[in-house]
């Protein structure tokens, strides 16, 4: 079963404009990791942020963490058309093994 | 570096037959693991393999087996197909079993049992 929501399901947004992307999870975690996947296929790790951070940048993605909510959010920004894709969050309790996906979120940027 | 590689691409089964898919892993990497994701859904994780065994499973019925070789490539195998077992099939792997590093996915294997 999914252990993650996410929120939006999806969205549709302007080049240029910021995305952002929630996920909740049920359990505790040694930490939550972010995917895109590109027209069902294979997926891509964006970005991990652990049980002890609460913020992480890599390029245009920041994602926070608050584990006393058992939240995340993914935040990309200035989006571009190639960012279009489906974005999940993974979470895992041992180690970076046995990912528990959410239901991903369906992102669509208009040039 | 070829990066981690499956096959077949898309496979079409009849309901009642079996299917094997096939997972190389990146170089470098000893560990597989298997993910089901059916359509609109987030994968969910099927097994582990490692040095040979299965290490862990997830929430699927002994239909679903699977196997690991010297060279660390594993098959999945499923037995007495269902229409719901129609899904995209993602092999990832990693270093170092339970414990090990950051997974990295192949483009999967769309299976439709029809």
Redesign the interface.
Request: proline share 0%.
């Given at each position: 079963?999914?252990q993650?929501e996410e929120d939006p399901q999806a969205l549709s947004i302007q080049e240029g404009e910021n995305a952002t992307m929630n996920c909740s999870y049920k359990t505790s975690i040694n930490n939550l990791?972010w995917?895109r996947q590109n027209s069902?296929?294979?997926?891509?790790?964006l970005i991990?942020i652990r049980s002890n951070e609460r913020e992480k940048h890599s390029g245009r993605l920041r994602v926070t963490l608050d584990t006393s909510k058992k939240s995340s959010s993914l935040l990309i920004t200035a989006s571009r058309a190639a960012d279009t894709a489906s974005y999940?969050c993974?979470t895992s309790n041992?180690?970076?093994?046995?990912?528990?996906?959410?239901?991903?979120t369906r992102l669509l940027v208009s040039p | 570096d070829a990066g981690v590689t499956q096959s077949p691409t898309h496979l079409i089964k009849t309901r009642g037959q079996q299917v094997t898919l096939r997972c190389s892993p990146k170089s470098g990497h000893d560990t597989v693991s298997w993910y089901q994701q059916a359509l609109g859904q987030g994968p969910q994780f099927i097994f582990q393999y490692y040095e040979e065994e299965e290490r862990q499973r997830g929430n699927f019925p002994d239909r679903f087996s699977g196997h690991q070789f010297p060279n660390y490539s594993s098959e999945l195998n499923v037995n007495a197909l269902l229409l719901g077992d129609s899904a995209l099939y993602l092999c990832a792997s990693s270093r170092g079993g339970l414990q090990g590093t950051l997974a990295f996915f192949g483009q999967g294997t769309r299976l439709t049992v029809v």
């Open positions: 079963s999914q993650g990791q995917y069902g296929r294979g997926l891509v790790h991990l999940f993974a041992t180690g970076f093994q046995k990912l528990v996906f959410g239901t991903g | -």
